[in-house]
């Protein structure tokens, strides 16, 4: 079975950002606009009030004679459907020979005037969320290549900037690199990928195996992470992304002051060392020299003193670099990596 | 959502053994026989020298008028797949008015002639190696009643019969239980359960808690365990029936002998103890109470001897119950359940 291929969706992006007005409904635009620029062609808003993501406004007509050649769905609907708007609007781009690609959980060929037009105009519908394919069981065999993977204390901890961040300042420094995406923002942004959390269980370390294919030893893989090993719900998840990856070095994610598991108020939030030595225990499974590489925290909140502390503390207990994906950037683990895997 | 009904699939069985003539391609029936004899009525032979389960041989029209609810599968068909006697015979018993479970990777519903004959028929079709449902996310909430979980150190290491030896030596001490099965051979013995292997991977630990729902305080539900915490491909299954069942105790499965985790001969398996070390760990995160109640051993291998030493060395070792369910039974660890648990 072949690997996903890297950039299956094809660039540069028109964004939809429909008739969204509340900037928050607008992370995954404002995502590809911060980490991905140079994909990002032009933005298309249904009406003046809309979010401005800061590029070019272009209807889809114009969008695909400049080059565009997938609509990409910027923000998060209300109520999570397709309106007949949108359903228009889909169609539209189609019409005009772009692709789609959603993270939304409605399957774009679900909608049966989407899937006309599709079929019609010999385009394709990208729905990120889902995994399309079906993964041989994983094998264990250990592959070529380097790779650092992200791992939470909980989600929504920065996993996904973190990765970005370091796969940046790797590429930076002249390292080659690739960002591997596990969840449908970040496979927006890179343009490939696999959302993990929806593979069928016996499959997932597979696909994560399939995610960073055999590589020059020289190479690394920079892996966005899932979930926590410590979620209740989502725990299997991360242990399969884990096994599958079988990663060389592993950065602990951390969002200070959150106390307890997001959504789960009886669950307490690890502290960083917990997390990273069970995670490190459990990756040794298909890595026996795995170690931990650094720590990122998520500082929003933080005084610049106090987040100067909070570095300071962590790289005595750890040794290793701290970082804050959107203070810092990613260079401190990145020039860690590279000296410890020379 | 409505927890899993725990007798889904009707009985009794008629048990379909076909043209089969090897007793190890007969392994789910002999099974069904030997856990679940009040479950099975009568088998069905297609040739002479078909394989013998000890069962009255019935056609499909004399185990209905007898009472059979439903033709069970009861043989692994060369290849994998439907032959045309098959499915001749399965429209056969579709029209003597009986439901099929089958436990092949092929749904029964894939075949037109026999998608056609259960519509025809008004009959129900049960792929018990798939989810046919979809669950919730796991919650975390603490449920009532006790459970019981069998964990691996490897796939096939006698997991299900620990859990069916100590579930009927409960029931035989007058404890109220239920075998709870994890895999589609389990599945057909009990009649229900969930093939959590199947369940996308952000649901297992929702479906695990939807396999053992509220309970009398009184209560044990006994747990077919599925893969191992060491397992390079299966180890995201086994957390997230760890952390769903939220086991008060888990039982050790292990086979002497069984030196690399079968099919991955650069994987070692893993001690007992390192075994429930880690399961413990883990488990601790829904259940921060859970011990370890027991060591099952699969010694077909071992000289009377030989068991003898290995159990009073793993007593002496665990201060746990130790047993081989087709040699001593499960009443010891049944026994031990039942006092640690007053």
Redesign the interface.
Known sequence: MSVPAPFDIDAPYLILVGDCSQALNAKTGFGLVHWARERCLAQWRLQGEAVDLGLPDLTPAAAAAAGARTLVIGVAPFGGGFTPAWVAAIVEALEAGLDIASGMHTRLASVPEIAAAAQRAGRRLHDVRHAVRAFP????RRRTGRRVLMVGTDCAVGKKYAALAIHRALEARGVPAHFRATGQTGILISGGGIA???????F???AAEALSPDADPSHWDVIEGQGS??H??????T??LI?GSQPDAIVVCHHPGRDTIDG?P??PTPSVAECAD?VL??AR??NRDVQLAGVSYNTSALSDDARGQLFADTIEQFAVPCIDPMVTGGDAIAAHLIEAFR
């Open positions: 069981l994983a094998t264990g993990v959390d929806a593979v069928v269980t016996d997932i370390a597979g090993i410590f209740p719900a989502y725990a299997a998840v242990l399969g096994h789960y009886e669950f069970l225990r459990v499974l298909t």
